[in-house]
């Protein structure tokens, strides 16, 4: 067990939720932020090990206002997770400015944003930081110029976080998860692309939350005390194999 304080961003649902519940089981406190203020309120409520903070993390002030009141909640903070995320789909020529800059602002700026203010916190603790990218930023497909774009510059800032704060003692790493029937998913994937996951996908199956969960806690834990700058698919094999192709 250990009372050491984790951020998670995005903690209202999906991966997000239920990596929050797996470390509070583990005995880690968790400042749970997002921006969905009542669903968040409704998910916190009578949870005795975490804290609710609203928060838009693509937006400079309100992450500067929320990581003081994390900070004066808990004390300390011995891990970040940067898994708030949204996915908008299109061709390239049907992707306009503006849902470009929404994929860009939550999935790219947020991380940048927490995870350079948590940094004075997390160097007091010799800290950690897990980013979630995702396999659209580690393979291309179609329909994703903006999701895939962001998720792969995610990778790169892993890296470059890694590299940098490595001296101060804090390891960067990095999730790529496969599919997972989440709302963010559910919202994005048609049928045909359910149905070419499977094909594709050597387990042959969407992941759960939980399973996604457990690779974020260890990276979060000194199990992983020698681990920095790695970025780990949690994905049935998809992106490490061709199944599927005949
Ligand atoms: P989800 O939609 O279930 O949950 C995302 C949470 O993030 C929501 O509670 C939402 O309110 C919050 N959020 C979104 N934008 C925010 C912002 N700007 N500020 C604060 N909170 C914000 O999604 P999920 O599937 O659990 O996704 C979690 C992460 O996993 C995302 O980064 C996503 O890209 C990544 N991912 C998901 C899948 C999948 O198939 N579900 C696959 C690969 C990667």
């Not at 895939?148 to 790529?176: D, P």
Request: some cysteine; charged content about 20%.
């Amino acid at each position: 067990m250990t009372n050491n304080v984790v951020l998670i961003t995005g903690a209202a649902r999906g991966i997000g939720l239920a990596t929050a519940h797996l470390m509070m089981d583990r005995g880690w406190h968790v400042a749970m932020l997002d921006r969905d203020g009542e669903e968040l309120l409704k998910v916190t409520s009578g949870l005795e090990k975490a804290a609710p903070f609203i928060c838009d993390v693509s937006i400079p002030k309100e992450v500067a206002t929320a990581l003081p009141q994390v900070l004066s909640r808990f004390g300390r903070l011995d891990a970040v997770v940067n898994n708030a995320g949204v996915a908008e789909f299109g061709p390239i020529d049907q992707t306009d400015f503006a849902m470009w800059r929404r994929v860009m602002e939550t999935n790219l700026d947020g991380v940048f944003l927490v995870s350079q203010e948590a940094m004075p916190a997390l160097k007091a603790t010799k800290g950690a930081i897990v980013n979630i990218a995702s396999i659209s930023g580690l393979r291309a497909s179609t329909l994703r110029v903006a999701y895939g774009t962001s998720k792969a510059a995610v990778i790169q800032m892993t890296k470059q976080q890694a590299a940098e704060l490595g001296e101060s003692g804090i390891r960067a790493n990095c999730v790529c998860p496969g599919p997972v029937k989440t709302k963010l998913a559910l919202a994005v994937h048609s049928q045909e692309i359910i149905d070419a996951y499977h094909d594709a996908i050597p387990l042959n199956r969407y992941g759960q939350e939980v399973e996604i969960a457990e690779v974020i806690a260890f990276l979060c834990s000194d199990q992983a005390a020698y681990v920095t700058g790695q970025v780990i698919a949690a994905d049935g094999g998809f992106e490490s194999t061709g199944v599927g192709l005949p």
